[in-house]
């Protein structure tokens, strides 16, 4: 494994419609798009081949899980394998009967499967039903090594807690990515959802600067109607990112279209950002036991 010194790191921020074939073949399009423009890692947005199906709790939406060794999702093993380049995928997999998790599986350029990721962190609010359908994730925070370097993966609401993204990075990680689906409910105010999608924005910003990592984040975009029309749906706020190992901005999709883009990472840089920030070197590991208890009462 040898991590290239400016990494091109392709995105696909995608509107989804229910016709699951047709999401997948506009997402292998834009794989091959990307992958002749040069594209070396290419990451999906979370749970890319339906639409979001978490806004019920409705046991039947269960049968879009499929086990890992299924030919839909072995067919993005295969692509990668075709041209030459990772592919990070987000699934919803069928683990035993009645037993489901919100992977991501990583395809190394080989077309093999580098390694897996089930979410550890699984919300429920409204529209978010997730833990009716996601079993917390049992492997733990290790980062993938792939034929570009070592990814930390991480999904969605993993990216509010600065704990994975540090034991990712203590792990090895040279980049921390997030597959992510999240948005806006039509009631809030615009005022309100500007600060929820500003908020989600900065603290991923923060685990790139505390632990001096780029950060690539893949959003879904566009509405997607509430089935049982208790809300009105949720709008996708798309706005995926990349971040330097500052915080900076590298690149910014927009808040309300499809968007596919290659960015060059510069992976050399990070290891000076961390000589100038040495965050690693002062942590007071002595001191941090009261972080393993849900409450310091």
């Not at 992958?35 to 269960?62: M, P, W």
């Not at 919803?92 to 093999?112: C, K, Q």
Request: glycine share 8%; hydrophobic share 40%; aromatic share 10%.
């Amino acid at each position: 494994m040898k991590t290239p010194d400016i990494l091109r790191t392709g995105i696909i921020q995608q509107h989804n419609s229910s016709d699951i074939a047709d999401n997948r073949r506009r997402i292998m399009d834009k794989i091959r798009a990307l992958a002749a423009d040069g594209a070396q890692l290419i990451v999906n947005q979370e749970l890319h081949d339906s639409l979001y199906f978490c806004q019920t709790e409705n046991v039947n939406e269960c049968d879009l899980a499929l086990p890992i060794d299924h030919c839909d999702i072995m067919a993005y093993g295969k692509l990668a394998g075709e041209l030459g380049v990772v592919i990070v995928t987000s699934i919803f997999e069928r683990r035993a009967p009645g037993l489901y998790h919100n992977t991501a599986i990583v395809f190394d350029a080989d077309g093999s499967v580098a390694g897996k990721y089930r979410k550890m962190h699984i919300p429920d609010d409204p529209a978010y039903y997730e833990k009716f359908y996601f079993t917390p994730g049992d492997i733990g925070f290790k980062p993938i090594d792939t034929a570009v370097g070592r990814l930390g993966v991480l999904v969605c609401w993993d990216q509010w807690y600065p704990e994975a993204a540090r034991i990712m990075a203590l792990s090895g990680a040279q980049l921390l990515i997030y597959p992510t689906a999240i948005g806006y409910e039509s009631s809030d105010a615009p005022e309100e959802q500007t600060r929820q999608r500003e908020a989600w924005i900065t603290v991923q910003r923060g685990h790139a600067v505390a632990n001096g990592l780029p950060v690539v984040a893949v959003n879904r975009v566009g509405h997607e109607p509430d089935p049982s029309r208790a809300t009105n749906g949720i709008t996708f706020w798309g706005n995926s990112f990349v971040a330097g190992p500052q915080g900076e901005f590298i690149f910014q999709a927009p808040t309300d279209n499809e968007c596919t883009a290659i960015i060059d990472i510069d992976m050399h840089r990070c290891e000076q950002v961390r000589r100038w920030w040495p965050f690693l070197r002062d942590r007071r590991i002595d001191a941090y036991s009261p972080i393993l208890r849900r409450f310091n009462d």
